[in-house]
């Protein structure tokens, strides 16, 4: 079955990169919508963007001036980054896949903590 | 943008209760709406797609309706595994914004 596994440092420094990887198996990824959701602790889910086969990406305004998600279909991967980060993107973060004929977050990953801290 | 809210934001239900949640818009999203359940160090789950639609494998106790502004999930009889966080999500602007959700606890 169609698995999606998150992977990448779980501690970030104030003001560097977050740098996550998802990596698809069981399904091709050059297909659906693929998406990055976060979950801050205690809180409520937050969109952050998804990507297409073919590279086409949207992201949640709030977060676009920081976020780059891109696309490696000959790994199975796409892969999330966050500049300038602060402790309000500490989160456990999720990679998911969209269902084929609606956006609807259908596949999910385990998720990964990642912390911001010095 | 859009702003979400879901009522209540917490509710005590027994085994085979009725279960209703609302989720609410500031704007019309037509049926641009799923549901999520979410048990605690989990991914969520995705129960209703297009505000109406049963995702393939949830039980049918689950369904949902509306469109617009006014969204309902409703658990017909609830279950022990039921007991959850249910988030609301629109896909219809840019931020695809997920409501605060409601978490169902046992009474």
Same mark, same amino acid.
């Given at each position: !079955?169609?698995?999606?596994?998150? @992977?990448?440092?779980? =501690? ?14 069981g ?10 959701? %976060?979950?801050?602790? *205690?809180? *409520?889910?937050e969109?952050?963007g998804?990507? @297409?086969?073919?590279?086409n990406?949207?992201?949640?305004? &709030?977060?676009k001036?920081?976020?780059?998600? =891109? ?8 892969? =999330?980054?966050v500049?300038? #980060? ?10 998911? %896949? ?12 385990? *998720?990964?903590?990642?912390? #911001?801290?010095? | ?6 009522? $209540? ?14 989720? %609410?818009? &500031? ?6 709406l799923?549901?999520?359940? !979410?048990?605690?160090?989990?991914? $969520?789950?995705l ?6 639609? =049963?995702?393939?494998? #949830? $039980?049918? %106790?689950?369904?949902?309706? *509306? ?9 017909? &009889? ?14 219809? @602007?840019? &931020? ?12």
């Amino acid at each position: !079955q169609v698995q999606l596994q998150e @992977s990448g440092s779980g =501690l970030v420094k104030p003001s560097e990169t977050l740098s996550l990887t998802c990596t698809v198996s069981g399904a091709s990824i050059s297909s659906h919508y693929w998406s990055w959701i %976060r979950q801050p602790p *205690g809180k *409520g889910l937050e969109w952050i963007g998804h990507i @297409s086969h073919s590279g086409n990406t949207n992201y949640n305004p &709030s977060l676009k001036s920081r976020v780059t998600i =891109l696309v490696d279909t000959s790994k199975s991967q796409f892969s =999330l980054k966050v500049t300038s #980060v602060t402790a309000a993107d500490t989160a456990v973060y999720y990679c998911a %896949r969209d269902r084929l004929d609606h956006e609807a977050l259908e596949i999910w990953g385990q *998720g990964t903590v990642v912390t #911001v801290s010095s | 943008d859009i702003q979400m809210t879901q009522s $209540p934001s917490s509710l005590s239900a027994s085994v085979g209760d009725r279960v209703t949640i609302t989720c %609410r818009t &500031s704007q019309s999203i037509s049926s641009y709406l799923n549901w999520y359940q !979410q048990k605690p160090g989990k991914a $969520p789950n995705l129960l209703i797609y297009a505000a109406s639609s =049963l995702q393939s494998g #949830v $039980p049918s %106790r689950f369904s949902g309706s *509306g469109s617009g502004t006014d969204f309902i999930l409703t658990i017909s &009889s609830l279950q022990p595994e039921d007991f959850a966080t249910y988030y609301c999500q629109q896909t219809y @602007s840019n &931020s695809r914004a997920f409501g605060p959700g409601t978490k169902v606890d046992i009474k």
